[in-house]
């Protein structure tokens, strides 16, 4: 009984100092599953005051980049362990404004980088772990996916951002996927115990180069990161695509 006060004391103390940087917010858009809130959105908390004696304090704030990428660094545990509450994560207000930006608080999370090796999309890199979307058309529809399920190491987190706002659309929708598979059981309880227990193959025809005329249009080359076919199948076995 004490373990576990001394633990919920050590917790809202963690959750009190976070608080100084970072405020919870609510829109309409968002939705409640089993009473957690999906996404979670986080704005800079400006009305704080940030006590005199917090480590580091110019770099612990959400005014730049930096102060906002320190926050992320400090708080990190506390930022993880609602993001693994709420399935999702929405920073909005903060001062990230470019590509370079984003990079930089992505780097603060100081996940480890998955190689887009076996991805479908073609993508191009924009700077550091940054990356397009996609380069298909924008009339062309990307429906609800897991990030590359169809290889052996697939990415545990994502990250998304928004530099120019488009006029209409483009709108990067996600779902919780817990959620779709219990509504999948119980609305076609054989079909995904089918899944279940037999699995699911991908066939896919790659073409030398990317078409991105396609989604899901990324050639052999870039697919696998190399212009030689005996690499390419040493890769292709290596991550059971």
Known sequence: MVVVAEANKAAAAVAAAAGLFFKEVRTPQQRF?????????????????????TTD????????????????????????????????????????????????????????????????????????????????????????????????????????????EPGSGGETAIVLSHIIYQRMKDKHPEFVQQLEDHGLIYTRVLSEDDDNSSPIGRGWKSTFLTNDKKIAQERFVYIRL
């Open 57 to 164: 304090r110019d770099n612990n704030n959400s005014d730049t980049i930096s102060g906002f990428s320190g926050s992320i660094r400090a708080h990190k545990p506390w930022l993880q362990a609602r993001l693994h509450e709420a399935g999702a994560i929405l920073f909005r207000g903060f001062p990230v404004d470019s590509a370079s930006d984003f990079n930089d608080v992505v780097e603060a999370f100081d996940f480890e980088e998955l190689p887009y090796i076996g991805g479908a999309a073609p993508r191009n890199k924009v700077v550091g772990r940054v990356f397009t979307a996609n380069e298909s058309p924008p009339d062309q529809k990307i429906p609800f996916h897991h990030e590359m399920a169809q290889v052996l190491e697939f990415p545990s987190k994502l990250f998304f951002f928004c530099e120019v």
């Open 33 to 53: 599953y089993d009473g957690v809130v999906f996404p979670l959105i986080l704005s800079p908390n400006t009305t704080a005051a940030i006590p005199s004696n």
